[in-house]
């Protein structure tokens, strides 16, 4: 028929008529082709329908309909599979039908990324799979229900080759049971969709019939074998009331009852067995209903004594209509038997209870303890008794760890393995695993009951296994050596960023590319030969190279190679890379340093030597026989004592024991030496302790000849001394010349008696005075360069207070730090000091003063000084300053200041004294 309405297509393209007849034509074709496909589908679904109904099992039936949709899809590359639903809600694969090229690289990319054969129904999905329609789907990452990432799904479809998905959820509305999915890489069309939509619906009812009737059965026939074997009477009855299976205690008790009145709807039955008519309305209508064995009839007299009461508990569908009844009497030997067996399982359960090893426990949502074995007290070290009635959250090594515990209970119901640390008594951390679960959850019983087992020795264990292998992780990566770890075949396996600087390698991943027997540059280095000589004998290997990596980057390196044993066999090599390129070029510095230091050694004009601690030479250089007269052989191997003197020999033992004790790691010191002639030698020796492994071994010294130097410093040492004499009595005939003068002075003042020329004449005498007390300090001075400020002063004001009639009435106050200066300095500050003292006695003070003071200061800092004079006298007024014929002493004070100071001066007056102050840099403080 398909092929006859092409043909007539083809007749009229080819034909003369009209457009509008041509067009009613086709549409008329169209019509039949639809009522052809219709007719095609309902034939398929009849058949499909049909072939389904001679499969036994669910897998067989999705087996079967995978391969014959296969058959209707008919596209060379497509994959349709299907996948089970297990009890975890995860999707289990079972088959693929279709393309053996899309499934051969399908089950590459599972292995490829470690796609496990179960995966996990997505939450967002869930709502999908359940409403049994044929969705058509965005990419395969809905497949795979968002378990991989867009662009995983992406890649996953470049491989594969394909761009349109579909999926369907066989389900009763409220679990699924199985998947079905197509992956294609054309879109199918509408009619096959239609059709695949029809025929998964029928599979999926039949599905469901076939899911819930498996269970029915298999629930049937497991409580069958059950009840047969225990003492309770148990049969089950048809909706219609009629027995369907009773158990073999069953059958006993109702041995009496003739078999076609066993009808639970029979008014006869009923009655026998004391029911009402009420009861059985009850029961039609769903409600379960008790039976008492006191109202069976005496026709079961014999029998019903065993039994001691039952029910009649009508079975429900999900269309809320009865199905079955199950009628239930229970024995009195299976009474006892439980009681017994419950005496028994209490028994068990207190020899468990007192001597498990884990902690049983029982426990409200608060954290009250209702039950606790007594094994708690090796865990947390009190009797059981003393936990009773507690908060558990006081044990918790952090309370706030309950809080988590208690989301996970309520969240799942129970726990599995979950870790808490307590602490003991003891201040101890003991570490648990709890197993838990919530008991009567909302009611006023609800608990959580569980155990506590200790793993704190585990821990301890697990910790030192994490500890070693982080530290076995940290010295790979951290490793000052370049580490490489290989396989038989020259894969790299691992390695370390020092290789990977050593290498000037980019990154571990570029690196990985590499194959070590294949590498030219490791062929030519010869690393690549060492590490099959190592895979072939086990060998440890050490050796030297130079390397030219991948990368361009040359280096010196040293190499150790060992085998990595694996049940007996080499598995592994583990190369390590030390980079002594610096070391390298190092070692040719020292060798160069090594020829320098042995032209130093050998031509050098200091004598270098090291001897033992006894001051026996070890070593000397050449140089010892130009010096001593003596042979190079003489001189090693030879005592100290032999070429120096007693005195030196003493001192040079002293140095040695001196560095001996640590008071000193380097000494220098002098010592007389006679050559092979007896000429006598002046020896600067230098002398040091050497070290091995932190400990002294021997000394180490240098001795330069300072004969003729020491020639020259004592010629100079004379010199300075006639100098420095010169120097004294040069000071000392000024200062005597002086004293003459002021005499001579002294003399004219007694001579005449004009006050005006006496003043002037004490005034110069004062200023002299000052002038010869440098002179006198000088000479008196060991130092013969400078002289101390304080002396210099007080002598100053002795002499001055000395030669006025109101000395014996002023006190005097200095203030003087420690500054010396030249005779530069101390003449002009000499006289300014010398100038101010004048002032205060002969115009400060008058005789009718009861206190006259003055008071002179002298500070530092660095080189900057200051001075600061002042007296407590009547003080001058200011316009003085400006005439010159009235303060010629000022005028004197200030040119000193500043011409011979090159400093600053200032003075201040009035009617409590006189301030003078001076602040200049001073060429010697």
């Known amino acids: 028929m398909k092929d006859l309405l092409e043909e007539i297509r083809n007749l009229l393209n080819g034909s003369e008529l009209c457009e509008d007849k041509i067009q009613l034509i086709n549409e008329k074709v169209d019509f039949l082709e639809e009522e052809v496909k219709a007719h095609s589908h309902t034939k398929t679904l009849v058949e499909f329908s049909r072939e389904l109904t001679k499969s036994k099992s669910l897998e067989d039936i999705m087996s079967f309909a995978v391969s014959k949709m296969s058959e ?24 693929f039908v279709g393309s053996k090229k899309i499934e051969k690289t399908l089950l590459e990319i599972f292995q490829e990324e470690n796609i496990p054969d179960r995966i996990p129904i997505s939450p967002a999905q869930k709502s999908a799979v359940l409403s049994n329609t044929l969705y058509k789907l965005p990419s395969m990452r809905t497949i795979m229900m968002d378990n991989i990432s867009q662009d995983t799904a992406i890649e996953w479809e470049e491989k594969l080759g394909v761009s349109h998905f579909y999926g369907y959820g066989f389900s009763n509305g409220e679990h699924l049971l199985a998947t079905f999915g197509i992956i294609s890489k054309v879109e199918i069309k509408p009619s096959i969709f239609q059709l695949f939509e029809t025929l998964l619906n029928l599979l999926n009812t039949i599905i469901v019939q076939k899911a819930e009737s498996e269970q029915t059965i298999t629930l049937y026939n497991h409580m ?16 219609n ?3 369907l299976k009773g158990n073999e205690t069953f059958t006993r008790l109702f041995s009496v009852f003739p078999a076609h009145a066993l009808n639970l709807h029979h008014k006869v039955f009923y009655n026998e067995i004391g029911l009402s008519q009420s009861n059985i309305d009850d029961i039609k209508k769903g409600y379960a209903i008790n039976i008492d064995p006191e109202n069976f009839s005496s026709l079961f007299e014999d029998q019903i004594s065993g039994f001691t009461g039952g029910n009649i508990t009508p079975v429900i569908t999900h269309k809320n209509e009865v199905e079955y009844y199950l009628l239930f009497m229970i024995s009195k030997a299976e009474d006892f038997r439980l009681l017994k067996s419950m005496q028994l399982q209490e028994e068990k359960y207190q020899r468990i209870f007192h001597y498990i090893q884990d902690v049983y426990f029982e426990i409200n949502f608060e954290g009250k303890i209702l039950e606790m074995s007594p094994s708690i007290e090796k865990y947390l070290s009190k009797p059981r008794e003393f936990f009773i009635g507690k908060n558990i959250l006081q044990f918790y090594k952090d309370p706030e760890d309950r809080k988590d515990y208690l989301a996970e209970l309520s969240k799942h119901g129970k726990v599995e393995n979950y870790r808490i640390d307590f602490r003991n008594m003891e201040g101890k951390v ?3 695993i709890t197993n838990a679960s919530l008991v009567d959850p909302g009611t006023e019983n609800e608990r959580i009951v569980g155990s506590l087992t200790d793993f704190s020795e585990q821990y301890k264990i697990h910790q030192q296994i994490v500890e070693s292998e982080s530290k076995l992780r940290s010295l790979f990566d951290h490793s000052p050596l370049g580490i490489l770890i290989c396989d038989t075949h020259g894969k790299i396996i691992d390695i370390n960023q020092r290789l990977l600087a050593i290498l000037g390698s980019p990154s571990k991943d570029e690196t990985r590319k590499i194959n070590i027997f294949e590498l030219q540059n490791l062929k030519e280095s010869g690393i690549a030969d060492e590490i099959r000589s190592c895979l072939n004998t086990g060998d440890n290997t050490v050796f030297e190279t130079k390397y030219n990596s991948f990368w361009g980057k040359e280096a010196y390196a040293k190499i150790f190679i060992n085998p990595i044993i694996v049940e007996d066999e080499t598995s592994f090599v583990i190369l390590m890379a030390e980079d002594i390129t610096e070391i390298k070029a190092i070692d040719i510095k020292l060798q160069e340093t090594r020829e320098r230091l042995k032209d130093i050694y050998e031509k050098t004009n200091d004598l270098i030597y090291t001897m033992d601690f006894d001051g026996n030479f070890t070593s000397v250089n050449p140089i010892g026989e130009k010096w001593l007269g003596y042979k190079y052989d003489e001189l090693q191997n030879h005592n100290m004592r032999q070429f120096i003197s007693l005195d030196s020999a003493k001192r040079a033992a002293e140095n040695i024991q001196k560095k001996l004790r640590g008071s000193s790691d380097h000494t220098s010191y002098e010592i007389e030496a006679f050559t092979r002639g007896g000429q006598k030698m002046i020896l600067e020796v230098n ?13 180490f010294g240098i001795a330069r000849d300072i ?6 410093e004592e010629f100079i040492q004379t010199s300075l001394l006639e100098k420095e004499a010169l120097n004294k009595e040069m000071h000392h005939r000024v200062k005597n010349n002086l004293q003459m003068i002021i005499s001579l002075m002294k003399m004219h003042q007694k001579k005449r008696g004009n006050d005006q020329i006496n003043h002037i004449l004490n005034d110069i005498s004062q200023k002299i005075l000052a002038i010869s007390a440098v002179h006198e300090d000088f000479y008196f001075s060991n130092n013969y360069k400078e002289i101390p400020f304080k002396s210099y002063f007080e002598t100053l004001l002795i002499n001055a207070l000395e030669n006025t009639d109101k000395g014996k009435d002023v006190t005097s106050k200095l203030d003087i730090g420690d500054i010396n200066a030249d005779i530069d300095t101390a003449i002009p500050i000499g006289l300014i000091v010398s100038e101010l003292i004048h002032n205060s006695l002969y115009h400060a003070f008058s005789e009718d003063m009861e206190k006259m003071e003055i008071r002179i200061s002298m500070s530092s800092i660095g080189k900057h000084i200051k001075l600061i004079y002042s007296d407590n006298g009547s003080g001058f007024d200011s316009t003085i300053l400006e005439k010159e014929d009235q303060n010629s002493g000022i005028q004197l004070i200030k040119m000193l200041a500043e011409n011979q100071l090159d400093g600053t001066f200032n003075i201040e007056s009035g009617n409590q004294g006189t301030k003078v102050q001076i602040e200049f840099t001073g060429r010697k403080v």
């Open 687 to 699: 002398s040091f302790l050497r070290y091995k492994d932190n400990k002294p071994i021997e000394v």
């Open 241 to 243: 009331g009629n027995l």
């Open 72 to 95: 209707f899809l008919s596209i060379d590359e497509s994959l349709l599979f299907f996948s089970t639903c297990m009890e975890d809600e995860t999707l289990e694969r079972k088959s």
């Open 430 to 432: 003991v570490h648990c």
């Open 707 to 712: 004969t003729e130097r020491k020639k020259h």
């Open 224 to 239: 069958t074998r059950i009840l047969d074997i225990s003492h309770y009477a148990f049969g089950i009855f048809s909706k």
